[in-house]
Structures are given as structure tokens and as C-alpha cells.
């Protein structure tokens, strides 16, 4: 796995007018860019700048580029070559694909086109990668693992960092982000990558489970505990035995459950329902919750001597809005997916289809990005466009006190828990950013004034995108 920084393209044209052009277009997209004018500087070069997708002419005066894509594909067989030419012809493009180019690019182009084509070119290549298909030489680790499933952007390899250093520990550790983010799917990660992988993950919905059963589903129950209960049933804790027990949606758990989860993390021990006698548990717990926990604990809705107890590791998913590297990366895996679900091949998505995937927000981020490539790669057409999509772009909807802003949002826009935290989120910026105001800019002074951590501070002007401009200087 690459260490954490930008797309990095090398770019090989004899002529400069073209490497200039593309250069302009990539490092507008914030893609690195190195270029060669010539077949031999490339093949210097491929090693030193070690980039994610290689743009190569054809016709070039000292080495022909088919000639370099051969060299290349011997030396990197995991490197993206997309090949360039104003000779462009059925023969030569299917000769380059034989030998190892995964896209082909004829000039002159359009460049609105170009940076599209070429993240897809990459999405391609590094879901053959994740899946096997490539050299065989790969990582099996929950770095790779995470890369995957999720996508090779810079913002994932960072969590994959973060993650690796308490992967191998009994760590509890909670996963905060939007809905639809990817919680669960990280969580199993952990698990399958940990000293516990032998044993059970067992996940349990919080937010799914009526106040008053919630403790029989984690505890269990006794034998005559109440009505209906005619014989002894363990709850989730015992069947994670030796695992790693998933509690989605922590925020949403009682307070009378909170008490009991408390006291079962702190003696490792549970008492079934109707029970009386401690029964020994050995799980490792991994929480998750939604983008704006800690408000749940200031309101006193959260014990915060439980959310310490939870929190021994903290990671922070970041919506799709914010890693669109992994857009293209995820839609070729969810179309390879449903492909080999239906058993048939389906449409490509155009370069006009994949712009417009990459200007979209996602509100409803990965969860929502796989529903529309489910829906629209069922489409009859030899390839999907940007009108097929039928995406709609959903309004950030600022909420005052309630009453008038309440009544003019459109209802099935947006659902409440969306509009409840576009609001808090930018509620916490603009409070964030009045403490580190009013202490000049000192994050451990606004620490305390907000009754927050220091490190919860860092996260959130991470998070939250507050620029030392918008703050006014300071340490």
C-alpha cells in the first residue's frame, strides 16, 4: 500500500503542447503529474515517480510505445497504461489492450473526457488487483482488505493506517460517521484482520431493538425470567464468545442498558436476565454511531463515564462527498458484482456518466452510490450516460428555530436524521470557530470552553474543513 498522498500520473508525449494540456487538466483534479517526452525517459522515470496511471503515446520518435507498454507491463504488471495516439485504429487498440493497456485514448480528445476515463482506467486496474487478477503478489491485510472494498483513495489508506495500530490489541474501539459510510464493513474488516478472526462477529442494531427486550438480546435469560421464557437462552455477549461483538448504532441505547453494558465491559462478566449468578464473557466490543455522538453525551442522553469505556480507539469514516478518488473504484466493483450475480455481462458507464458520478454529493454516500449503479446497469443500452443516472441534487437545508425555515422544506428530499445533521455539523463549525476566535486561536483554551478534549478539537477543524484563515492565527 502507497503511502498516503495525491494520484500521481506520468504523462509520455514527444509532443510538449500535449504533456502541458494534460498536465493543466490533471493538477486542476489534484492529480500529481510527471512527464517524459520520449520512450527511454519514461522507462526511467516509471520507478522514480512509481505512479498510479501511466498515459503513453504511441508513435514516439526513439521507442515505440507499444514497445514501452511491453517493457512496462514486464516491470509493473500492476500499473494502468492508458495509450494515446492520433492514429487511432480498431487493430493497434486491440493489440494494445492484448499486451496490457487497460484503456485507450485517440486524439484529438475531448478534454472533458480525459480525467473521468482515466480514474476509471485506475478503479479498473486496482479492482483487478483487489480480486486476484493481477500478478498474485498482493497484501492480504486489512490494509488491502479496506482498499478493497472501499476503494484506493488516500483518505482510506489513512484509515487503514490508523487501524493497523490496534488491530492485534483487545482495544474497544468506535466507528463514527454518516449513515450508509461503511461502519459495519470496517467493523467485519477488524474482525477478519484480528487475533479474534477465528472466532463469531456478531452484530446487534441498537437503534432496531425495543427499549425493552434490549438487555434480553445482549444478556440473555433464564429459564421463567418472564412470561414465555420456558427455557435458559444466551444473548449476544455469550454467542460472541471469543469474537468480536458489533453494537451498531450506540447512541440509540437506553440508559437502563447503558448501566449494564457499563458494568459488563468493566468486569467482563453479564448476568442473564431473571439470572443471578455473573456469568464470564470474553468479547472484544466495537461501537459505531452516527456523525454526531458527543452531542448525545453532552445532553446527558449518553453516559459519558460508558462512552470512555467505549472509546479506547477512535476512527472517523468520511462520506464518499469527501474521497471521490473511490467513486469510480466502487461503481466498477458494483457493477462487477451485480454481473456475476445476474451471470451476464452489463453496460459501461460513458465518461459523460462517470463526470457526473464524480460532481455528486452522495448524502446517502456508498449505500446510495451502489444503488444506482444496481439500478441503472439493469438498463438495455450499450452503455449507461449521464441522462440515465437520473440523480437529483438534494438542498442543504439550514433549520433556524423550527418554526418557518421547518415549514418550507420540501418533504422526501431529504430524511430527518439528514437535515438534523447538515444543521449540527454546521452548528459545531460555526462554535468552533467563535472559541478558537475569542482564544486566539489557542485549540486547548477552546478545549475547555467547549468542555471537549483537545483531541476532539483536532478532529472536528480536520473534519469540519476550518481553515487557520477562518480562525485569525494562533497555536
Request: charged share 30%.
Amino acid at each position: 500500500m502507497r503511502p498516503v498522498k495525491s494520484a500521481q500520473a506520468l504523462i509520455v508525449d514527444d509532443d510538449h503542447d500535449v504533456c502541458d494540456l494534460l498536465k493543466r487538466l490533471f493538477e486542476r483534479e489534484g492529480i500529481s503529474v510527471a512527464t517524459a517526452h520520449n520512450g527511454t525517459a519514461a522507462l526511467e522515470l516509471v520507478d522514480e515517480v512509481d505512479p498510479d496511471v501511466l498515459l503513453l503515446d504511441v508513435k514516439m520518435p526513439d521507442t515505440d510505445g507499444m514497445e514501452v507498454l511491453r517493457r512496462i507491463r514486464r516491470t509493473h504488471p500492476q500499473l494502468a497504461v492508458v495509450m494515446m495516439t492520433a492514429f487511432a485504429g480498431v487493430t493497434e487498440a486491440v493489440e494494445a489492450m492484448k499486451i496490457g493497456a487497460v484503456d485507450y485514448l485517440p486524439k484529438p480528445f475531448d478534454n472533458r473526457k480525459v480525467v473521468p476515463l482515466v480514474r476509471m482506467a485506475v478503479a479498473r486496474q486496482a479492482w483487478h488487483q483487489g480480486s486476484g487478477q493481477g500478478d498474485g503478489c498482493r497484501d492480504t491485510g486489512l490494509a488491502q482488505a479496506l482498499a478493497k472494498t472501499m476503494g484506493p483513495s488516500a483518505a482510506v489508506t489513512t484509515l487503514a493506517t490508523e487501524l493497523e495500530t490496534v488491530v492485534d490489541t483487545d482495544f474497544s474501539v468506535v466507528i463514527q460517521g454518516e449513515t450508509g459510510t461503511g461502519k459495519e464493513l470496517v467493523a467485519r474488516s477488524l474482525h477478519r484482520h484480528s487475533q479474534r478472526a477465528r472466532g463469531p462477529f456478531v452484530a446487534v442494531d441498537c437503534g432496531a431493538i425495543a427499549e425493552n427486550l434490549l438487555e434480553n438480546e445482549l444478556f440473555g435469560h433464564e429459564r421463567g425470567a418472564f412470561t414465555g421464557a420456558d427455557r435458559r437462552e444466551i444473548g449476544k455477549f455469550e454467542a460472541a464468545a471469543g469474537g468480536t461483538l458489533f453494537l451498531d448504532e450506540i447512541g440509540n441505547m437506553p440508559l437502563k442498558a447503558q448501566a449494564a453494558l457499563l458494568r459488563a465491559l468493566q468486569e467482563r462478566v453479564i448476568t442473564r436476565v431473571g439470572g443471578t449468578v455473573p456469568v464470564p464473557v470474553d468479547v472484544r466490543v466495537v461501537a459505531a454511531s452516527n456523525e454526531h455522538f458527543e452531542a448525545r453525551v453532552a445532553h446527558g442522553d449518553f453516559r459519558e463515564d460508558l462512552w470512555y469505556r467505549l472509546n479506547e480507539f477512535h476512527v472517523h469514516l468520511p462520506p464518499l462527498r469527501e474521497r471521490r478518488d473511490d467513486i469510480l473504484y466502487l461503481v466498477e466493483l458494483f457493477r462487477r458484482q451485480l454481473a456475476q450475480e445476474l451471470g451476464r455481462s452489463l453496460p459501461p458507464f460513458s465518461a459523460a456518466a462517470q463526470a457526473r458520478l464524480l460532481a455528486f454529493d452522495w448524502p446517502g454516500n456508498v449505500r446510495e452510490l451502489r444503488s444506482v449503479v444496481r439500478r441503472t446497469c439493469l438498463l438495455e443500452t450499450p452503455e449507461i450516460e449521464a441522462d440515465d443516472l437520473r440523480l437529483r441534487q438534494r438542498p442543504r437545508h439550514v433549520v433556524g428555530d423550527g418554526r418557518q425555515e421547518a415549514q418550507e422544506l420540501p418533504l422526501g428530499e431529504l430524511s430527518l436524521s439528514q437535515i438534523v445533521n447538515d444543521n449540527i455539523a454546521r452548528v459545531e463549525r460555526t462554535m468552533l470557530i467563535k472559541a478558537l476566535r475569542h482564544a486566539h486561536g489557542n485549540k486547548a483554551e477552546a478545549a475547555r470552553l467547549l468542555k471537549v478534549d483537545y483531541k476532539t478539537i483536532y478532529n472536528k477543524l480536520k473534519r469540519l474543513n476550518i481553515s487557520q484563515e477562518e480562525i485569525g492565527g494562533g497555536r
